[in-house]
């Protein structure tokens, strides 16, 4: 594989091969199987959030499949498993999930998932059009911009004048620092820039977050 990237020039052959591996380790996961569904073990059986529901992963690998497709690998192998996973998030993303910080206080519709399934239609939505991949574009177009309606009336606080945790919750949540980063939000966008502002005042301690 990491021979395959060189002879294609690939401008960050590293890179590529990390997200080309972490494609081939997942395979689609069902509720209650928690964050991951591999091949291998990675959550120890004997932790409590081995068992958690965890909706952001699902954006997280059609990301990865996004990378390797810009950085020259092939994703023509992992199309049929990346629809299944697009449907899945379809199905599911109005769920409640355990979020990205493994909480115990059950089930929430945390932002930060609701952000990565919006993550997972638009980047699905992206290798679509690029690769001119077989796709429901429509419903999928439709489903994206549900999910990011939802984040925008029930996952922003005008009181406290962010983005906070969960929905119609005024906790704030430093995952929610990754918006930009994901093209979810403009960096320069004033509800992120006044999330940003909120979320050092309340849980940044000596620099650390």
Not at 48 to 53: L, P, R, V, W
Not at 86 to 101: A, L
Not at 170 to 176: E, G, I, K, P, R
Not at 182 to 208: G, H, K, N, Q, Y
Request: charged content about 25%; aromatic content about 12%.
């Amino acid at each position: 594989m990491n021979q395959r990237f060189q002879e294609k020039g690939a401008g960050s052959k590293t890179g590529a091969f990390f997200v080309s591996a972490r494609l081939r380790l997942f395979r689609p996961c069902t509720p209650g199987r928690g964050r991951f569904a591999t091949a291998v073990n990675v959550e120890d059986r004997g932790n409590a959030a081995y068992s958690q529901y965890q909706l952001d992963i699902y954006g997280e690998v059609l990301d990865s499949a996004h990378i390797l497709r810009r950085f020259g690998g092939d994703i023509s192998e992992y199309w049929e498993y990346l629809v299944r996973v697009v449907n899945f998030v379809i199905d599911h993303w109005r769920e409640p999930d355990d979020g990205i910080w493994k909480t115990r206080g059950g089930r929430r519709h945390f932002v930060f998932s609701k952000v990565m399934c919006w993550v997972a239609l638009d980047r699905a939505l992206r290798l679509a059009e690029k690769r001119s991949f077989p796709a429901s574009r429509e419903l999928w177009l439709k489903e994206r911009d549900l999910i990011y309606e939802a984040i925008m009336a029930r996952g922003w606080n005008p009181q406290r004048n962010a983005f906070v945790q969960y929905f119609d919750s005024d906790v704030l949540d430093a995952a929610n620092l990754m918006m930009p980063l994901v093209f979810f939000m403009s960096p320069t966008d004033p509800r992120m820039l006044s999330t940003i502002d909120a979320t050092i005042a309340a849980l940044v301690s000596d620099s650390l977050v």
